[in-house]
């Protein structure tokens, strides 16, 4: 088992929220971090901790069931935190965790503690939880791990003024041959229809069994499209049968301009041209000032840097570029 003399690691509790955000991280693991905003993400996840908390207390004796979908660790030495992590459930199906967040302190970087703290996870995880695979972006792993890649993401960025746009994006270059009008807003049918083509739905839209949603993966299921539906989330499919597209579009401030991603799950070009240009009218719309979109490109890189370059007013941004490899470590067979 991966350790490192002295460094412990235990559950994360609320008081160690101020020391974690503390925690000075190398720039170059910094595209390791699922967070724009850990401070939200860790008040969260407390704030979920403390309400199962009360309901246990509550349904004491009752034999409720446990719903914690969030499990956060800390790696300290001598009572310094020098690591956090953060597991979570993303298919209530059981399939899946992801590995949200994994950090360790700039100055116990290549010392072996992510190694650790990979080795602390994945045995709590083959112990607590019913779950085959860990979907994560960092690769420290420990010795002997086994891991499968499942595709490298890839995200292009283009800034632009959303008033200007609000022009530029009804000329666009080529406009008259999309099938635009395909393209409409997500119903609750949509999921119907998603859930009963799923080995088309596979073809067309999946990437190795998953989807991605503000920045995350998630496997094709009733309880994930539900819970994404909930969210404050844009959502587009087509009206061809099977579908053959499906995005999101999240919005989010930063000091400089109005943040847009724009997750397209297709693979057919002229359909995620489609999908970019009704997410980039509606945030439009929505704000003023300087915009950036940050688009999964996965695919088609090429294609969507030439459509969105040739759009007047947007000028792409190479300091956003966004670029990981996204793997899982297999837990158990597909059998068991």
């Not at 999240?250 to 301009?257: I, L, P, V, Y």
Request: aromatic share 8%; proline share 2%.
């Amino acid at each position: 088992m991966a350790s490192v003399e002295g460094v412990a690691i235990r559950f994360a509790e609320y008081e160690d929220e101020e020391n974690i955000l503390k925690i000075k991280v190398h720039d170059d693991d910094m595209k390791n971090k699922e967070f724009d905003d850990l401070e939200d993400a860790l008040d969260d996840a407390f704030e979920e901790q403390e309400e199962l908390e009360e309901e246990e207390e509550e349904e004491e004796g009752k034999g409720g069931e446990d719903d914690e979908s969030t499990f956060m660790f800390v790696a300290e030495i001598e009572s310094e935190l020098i690591g956090f992590a953060m597991l979570s459930l993303v298919d209530d199906e059981g399939e899946a965790g992801l590995i949200s967040d994994i950090r360790v302190a700039e100055t116990w970087r290549d010392k072996n503690v992510y190694q650790m703290m990979y080795q602390h996870i994945i045995d709590f995880a083959k112990r607590e939880l019913e779950i085959k695979h860990i979907r994560t972006t960092v690769h420290k792993y420990p010795d002997e791990t086994i891991t499968e890649e499942i595709c490298k993401t890839v995200y292009v960025a283009f800034e632009g003024n959303a008033k200007t746009l609000r022009d530029t994006l009804l000329s666009v270059p080529g406009i008259e041959d999309l099938p635009l009008s395909t393209v409409v807003p997500y119903q609750q049918r949509h999921m119907r229809q998603l859930l009963h083509s799923h080995a088309a739905v596979g073809q067309n839209i999946l990437t190795n069994g998953v989807f991605f949603a503000d920045g995350a993966s998630y496997t094709l299921c009733k309880e994930n499209l539900a819970d994404l539906a909930e969210e404050e989330l844009c959502m587009f499919v087509d009206k061809k049968k099977p579908i053959k597209s499906l995005s999101f579009g999240s919005d989010f401030d930063s000091d400089r301009a109005a943040v847009c991603t724009i997750d397209v799950n297709c693979k057919d070009v002229e359909l995620i041209k489609c999908h970019i240009i009704k997410h980039m009218q509606r945030a439009c719309k929505e704000v003023d000032g300087p915009v950036v979109f940050l688009i999964l490109a996965t695919d088609f890189e090429d294609e969507i840097k030439a459509f969105c370059n040739g759009i007047e007013g947007l000028k792409e941004e190479q300091r956003y570029r966004e670029c990981n490899t996204l793997s899982k470590i297999v837990l158990k067979s597909d059998d068991e």
